[in-house]
């Protein structure tokens, strides 16, 4: 298509999209506390001078109240879309110059990071500017009224910036991995994983603070992580730059695992096409023979099993995967889940189970809890 030169009078415009999470014990934690990290979000960027006006999609008006943008409450009773919600805003609001982002994404950008991020994002120019190419958490793209049909076919925001970069030829840049551009809050271990870190803005510190949900899981991964010699395995969707940054950290031996990454955004999780030699392990050893040649390799693991779930063509609901996260087996309802959440509980060593934020944003994130742990 042909793409018109955008002006640059354009505002930049926050489009937050908030919801989605559900209302059972396991969720509820996850919703409040990705509504804290956004109301820190937008008042960090007020705050940076890189937006000039935001509207915040959400299906709760409640904790919206009284924040400094539009609130635009999700239709009742129509299952959510990301895409064509995203691309109504677009249309209804006349965006040009969009910054799209999650509830839970970037809580430890600070605003000094927003502007080294956005910088030459007012040129004329179209572009896009993400944190992560393969799985976005946040995404600025300009002209974005000129993207509509690439937005609208989107049905999860992770696959936004690859389908505009290579679908579109939209030119793209991802930002450098670190803690600060690669981790967002999508399950509980993400949780147990900032309330760790030294840095968090004031909101989601405070929605924090009262979580009951155990730290041993944590604390278990920094101290084989502290401790020369300790042996730590990394199973997942990880990169070269999160086992860098692992091996310039510490002096622990790392084995590390990487399959499927990009699964989302490439389409491969939704064509059913995800493949995984841990699954396959998996299968023949059964979850009970897995934990205990994995307990056999190593002291702590972090662990992303959406790849291994993906693989076996099953993705349960939240509340199932959550509870099953958090080693509470015993109200995980799938099968094959709550056997795998059982071994995992009775593996005898810390193990911290999530998504691929675990493995990438997560463990930056822990690095820097331990560095700092080092410098008190």
């Known amino acids: 298509m042909t793409v018109t030169r955008t002006d640059e009078a354009d505002p930049i415009t926050l489009l937050l999209l908030v919801g989605g999470e559900g209302d059972s014990p396991v969720e509820q934690p996850i919703r409040q506390a990705r509504q804290a990290a956004a109301r820190d979000l937008l008042e960090t960027l007020l705050e940076a001078g890189v937006v000039q006006r935001a509207v915040v999609a959400t299906d709760d008006a409640a904790w919206a109240a ?5 609130i635009d409450l999700d239709t009742p009773d129509e299952p959510f879309h990301f895409g064509r919600r995203l691309a109504g805003l677009i249309r209804r609001y006349g965006v040009r110059r969009a910054l799209v982002a ?7 950008m600070r605003a000094d990071d ?9 040129a004329g120019t179209p572009a896009a500017i993400t944190n992560n190419l393969h799985s976005a958490d946040w995404l600025a793209f300009h002209p974005a009224d000129e993207w509509l049909a690439v937005v609208e076919a989107q049905e999860r925001d992770n696959g936004l910036a690859w389908a505009l970069a290579h679908q579109a030829g939209l030119p793209t840049t991802a930002l450098p991995p ?5 981790f967002d809050l999508d399950t509980p271990a993400d949780l147990l994983i900032a309330r760790a870190h030294p840095r968090l803005a004031p909101h989601l510190r405070a929605a924090l603070a009262g979580l009951d949900w155990p730290a041993a899981p944590v604390e278990g991964v920094l101290e084989v992580m502290a401790r020369e010699g300790g042996h730590l395995a990394v199973i997942g969707r990880s990169s070269a730059a999160a ?34 030699l841990l699954a396959d392990f998996l299968e023949q050893s059964g979850p009970p023979g897995f934990f205990a040649e994995l307990a056999a390799l190593a002291e702590a693991a972090l662990l992303d099993n959406r790849v291994i779930l993906a693989a076996r063509r099953l993705w349960p609901p939240a509340a199932d995967r959550f509870n099953a996260d958090l080693g509470r087996w015993e109200q995980v309802e799938e099968p094959f889940l709550r056997d795998f959440s059982r071994a995992a509980k009775e593996a005898g060593m810390p193990i911290l189970i999530g998504g691929q934020s675990v493995v990438n944003g997560g463990l930056l994130a822990l690095l820097e ?8």
């Open 66 to 70: 009284g924040l400094p943008a539009v």
């Open 102 to 108: 999650g509830g839970g994404s970037a809580p430890l």
């Open 114 to 122: 927003w502007r080294r991020a956005l910088a030459g994002f007012d």
């Open 178 to 182: 670190s803690a600060a551009s690669r």
């Open 243 to 276: 086992w860098a940054a692992l091996e310039a950290a510490t002096r622990c031996w790392v084995r590390l695992f990487v399959e499927e990454r990009g699964m989302i955004a490439s389409g491969r999780l939704a064509q059913g096409q995800v493949r995984s």
């Open 369 to 376: 809890a331990l560095e700092a742990r080092r410098n008190r």
